[in-house]
């Protein structure tokens, strides 16, 4: 059995709805953040961590993110592909992001 960790973003605020959507894959775990306010209020956002160490390796965000695009409300990865869904995007019906 492994150790468990706690996986913390570095960039933390209220609201932000940290842990919405999960997954995981080998060595590598991914949550969404769909309520994120970098792009402004609920643009979203995703992190990806070595599931091993709890580390964050990267923080995923929308090449066109906008308010209200929700990206990171569902979280997926197998192997070293991540992909991420924009619940409410630009033309709200939604996307999909590799």
């Not at 996986?7 to 999960?22: I, T």
């Not at 695009?69 to 033309?91: E, M, N, P, Q």
Request: net charge negative; proline share 0%; charged share 20%.
């Amino acid at each position: 059995m492994g150790h468990g960790y706690s996986l913390v973003f570095f960039r933390r605020e209220g609201g932000d709805w940290f842990g919405g959507a999960v997954g995981i894959s080998d060595n590598v775990a991914i949550v969404g953040s769909d309520k994120n306010q970098d792009a402004g209020s609920d643009s979203g956002s995703a992190y990806l961590f070595d599931a091993n160490s709890g580390s964050q390796l990267a923080k995923l965000t929308s090449s066109d993110a906008t308010t209200g695009d929700r990206f990171g409300f569902s979280v997926a990865v197998s192997g070293s592909t991540a992909i991420v869904g924009a619940f409410r995007d630009d033309d709200l019906v939604g996307s999909d992001c590799l």
